[in-house]
């Protein structure tokens, strides 16, 4: 019922490009042969019109949490890839420790923090928005307030920040997220 290609065409070529792309289809079509032969294309979910939005937002985190799973059981972790200790300016983090290291300091930090600072070590120079930070480090069921990720932010810099007021490892980028320069 799209103008061009219907839905199913849509599906097919998907699948046909990168079958491992999420698919859900939303559809006014209510016939069991509708879902059927959607899900046999390949659609990984169906929703039909009517829904709630929660509905959709709950169908959403199902599916990518399945491919996320399915993703992660299909890629061979090695020491090599896994917690490498990486270097933010004077600061040596350590996954594996749950620490950072500033000469002989030794600075304690959660899993959490962990992931803050991975995320933006690899992605030097980047802006990383909000929801980014909440999808990899709080999970795709976290439902945020607005604050949590500044006020984690802030106590995170008062431990790894030599002047947590004037950063130089998380910079704030006023509207969107944080930035690591390197």
Known sequence: MMPGLDGHEVCRRIRHTDPDVPVIFISAKSEEIDRVV????????????????REVIARIRAVTR???????????KTEDNIWKPFMMG???IVPAEL????????IDLSLRDIKILELLHYN?????????FFDECWGLDFIPNSRTLDQHVAQLRKRIEHDPKNP???????GVGYRWEG
């Open 66 to 76: 399945r491919c996320m799973a399915a993703k992660e059981k299909t890629t061979e």
């Open 124 to 132: 030097k120079g980047k802006v990383v928005d909000r929801n980014t």
């Open 99 to 106: 620490r950072a290291y500033r000469g002989n300091t030794v």
């Open 38 to 53: 959607g899900l046999e294309l390949g659609a990984d979910d169906f929703i039909m019109k009517p829904f709630g939005v």
């Open 90 to 92: 004077d600061l040596k």
């Open 168 to 174: 130089i490892i998380i910079h704030t980028v006023h």
